[in-house]
C-alpha cells in the first residue's frame, strides 16, 4: 500500500476514531465540517502501533513469561529488522503482532485494526488479505500443487480471481514453470519462494517473514531475501523480519533487537 491513502471520511467520528488510534498521522483540516463528499489526503503513519504488550504462555500451570511490556510502532512501508537471541520471543512477538497469538495484555493496532480485544475467529479475519506471513520451514500443505497453495486461501477469502492472482505471483518469482508441482518435488529455495509468493499474491498491507532463510544454504538465502526485498519494493508493503543474519539486517530500514522479553535495542531511538 501506498504511504499516502486517499479515505472518504463520512463524518466527524470516524475521522477522530482513526486518529487517536495512532493509525492516521495527519487529516487535512477544513475550515468547516467534512461533507459527505468530502475527500481527504491521510497520511497513515503507523502499521503496527503496540503499547505495553505482554504475552504469558499456559498463564494457569506453567507460566511462562515471553513478552513484559513491548512498546513499538512501525510506520507504514518500514522494513523492520528483528533480532535476539534464541528463546527472547522474537516468534512470539511476531505471532502476536501478526495476530496469530492473542497477548495477554496491552493494545496494538495493526493496518487499521484494534486488535486488543479480537478473539482467534476476528484475528482471522483481520489477517486475511491484510498480513501475510513467511515461516522459516515453509509450511506448504503437501496434498496441493505451488498453484493451489497459493490460491487455495485466496479462494477461501471468496476472492474470485484468486487462481489467476497466483499464478501471476508464482511467475512473479520465478516458478512460471512449477506451477503444478507438489512442495516434495520442488527445492527448499522453490518451496520457499511458493511461501512467499502465498504471502504476498493477495496484496497485504504487512508482511511478516520468521527466519525465512533459516533452512535454506547461503546462496539460496540470498536469493531469497533478494526477492522478497523486490517484491516487498513492488508492492510498497511494511516488512518486519526476524532473523539472525548481520548481513540482511543492514538491508533493513531499522533494526530491533529484542531481549528478555523487552525491546532492548531500536536503531530508530538510537
Ligand atoms: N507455546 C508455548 N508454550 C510455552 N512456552 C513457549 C511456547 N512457545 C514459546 N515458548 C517459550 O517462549 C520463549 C520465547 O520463544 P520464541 O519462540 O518466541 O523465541 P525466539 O526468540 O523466536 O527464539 P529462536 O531464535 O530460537 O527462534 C522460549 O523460552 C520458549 O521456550
Ligand atoms: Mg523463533
Not at 522474537?90 to 493496518?111: P, Y
Not at 483481520?126 to 498480513?131: C, D, K, M, V
Not at 512473479?172 to 512449477?178: E, I, K, Q
Not at 540470498?222 to 516487498?232: A, G, T
Request: proline share 4%; with cysteine; glycine share 8%.
Amino acid at each position: 500500500m501506498p504511504l499516502i491513502r486517499m479515505m472518504r471520511v463520512t463524518d466527524h467520528m470516524k475521522l477522530r476514531e482513526q486518529s487517536t488510534n495512532g493509525l492516521v498521522a495527519s487529516v487535512s483540516l477544513l475550515a468547516r465540517p467534512p461533507s459527505l463528499c468530502d475527500w481527504f489526503l491521510v497520511t497513515s503513519q503507523n502499521t503496527i502501533s503496540a503499547r505495553n504488550l505482554t504475552l504469558t504462555y499456559d498463564p494457569d500451570k506453567n507460566p511462562v513469561e515471553v513478552l513484559r511490556g513491548i512498546d513499538l510502532d512501525i510506520a507504514t512501508g518500514e522494513i523492520v529488522a528483528l533480532l535476539g537471541p534464541s528463546g527472547s520471543g522474537k516468534s512470539s512477538l511476531m505471532a502476536v503482532l501478526s495476530g496469530l497469538e492473542r497477548s495477554t495484555s496491552g493494545d496494538l493496532h495493526v493496518a487499521g485494526q484494534n486488535f486488543t480485544n479480537m478473539d482467534e475467529d476476528e484475528l482471522a479475519q483481520a489477517r486475511r488479505g491484510n498480513i501475510g506471513i513467511v515461516l522459516q520451514a515453509f509450511h506448504l500443505l503437501p496434498t496441493m500443487t505451488a498453484l493451489e497453495n497459493v490460491a487455495t486461501p485466496m479462494e477461501l477469502a471468496g476472492d474470485a480471481d484468486a487462481a489467476s492472482k497466483a499464478e501471476a505471483e508464482l511467475r512473479a518469482v520465478g516458478l512460471g514453470h512449477r506451477l503444478d508441482h507438489y512442495p516434495t518435488q520442488l527445492s527448499g529455495g522453490e518451496q520457499q519462494r511458493v511461501a512467499i509468493a502465498r504471502a504476498i499474491a493477495p496484496g497485504p498491507d504487512l508482511i511478516f517473514a520468521d527466519e525465512p532463510t533459516g533452512n535454506l544454504d547461503v546462496s539460496t538465502g540470498h536469493d531469497i531475501i533478494d526477492l522478497l526485498f523486490k517484491r516487498r519494493q513492488q508492492t510498497g508493503a511494511t516488512l518486519l523480519v526476524i532473523t539472525h543474519d548481520a548481513e540482511l539486517a543492514e538491508r533493513c530500514d531499522r533494526v530491533i533487537t529484542i531481549g528478555d522479553g523487552l525491546i532492548a535495542k531500536d536503531s530508530k531511538a538510537a
